[in-house]
């Protein structure tokens, strides 16, 4: 994906968006948000959707995705007080991994392009052993409604 097509993603390519409200301990001392923080963001939308859409329970569910990889790349700032939407969609789905792409957009304009555009990948792993496993049937189906459409059909599957 060359940086021009994701700096000129628009929310509608992002199945999955919340509002988030950016906090005064997120700025840095340059009065913006720090890079780390996106992390933070990326984070949140993704485990609020894995909650609350495929059935995760971080502390009971016998498989749990851990976070193996991420990337961010950064066009504006946005600082404190700032609104932002969250976009969330998956980028590739494996047996046992999947990689998301997380856009952050300032609240408000809603034909700006995103201000940050990340990748997350997560492995499924057993909640104990912390082998890789294959993931979940209900967590796979939220995933797969995630998959933006005419990627569903050119969807790699990854030896994860």
Not at 101 to 111: I, L, R, T
Not at 138 to 157: C, M, S, T
């Amino acid at each position: 994906m060359s940086t021009n097509e994701l700096k000129n993603r628009k929310r509608t390519s992002y199945p999955h968006l919340i509002s988030h409200q950016t906090r005064w301990s997120d700025n840095d001392q340059y009065g913006h948000v720090n890079n780390s923080i996106y992390q933070h963001y990326f984070d949140t939308v993704i485990n609020a959707y894995l909650i609350q859409h495929c059935g995760l329970r971080p502390l009971q569910s016998s498989s749990i995705g851990l976070a193996v990889s991420t990337s961010c790349q950064y066009f504006r700032p946005v600082s404190f007080p700032d609104g932002l939407d969250l976009g969330l969609r998956v980028n590739k789905l494996g047996k046992s991994s999947v990689t998301y792409e997380v856009a952050v957009f300032q609240s408000g304009d809603v034909e700006a392009g995103p201000a940050a555009v990340g990748t997350f990948t997560h492995v499924f792993v057993n909640s104990q052993s912390r082998k890789s496993q294959s993931i979940p049937p209900q967590l796979r189906a939220g995933l797969e409604r995630l998959l933006v459409k005419g990627e569903r059909d050119n969807n790699a599957v990854s030896k994860l």
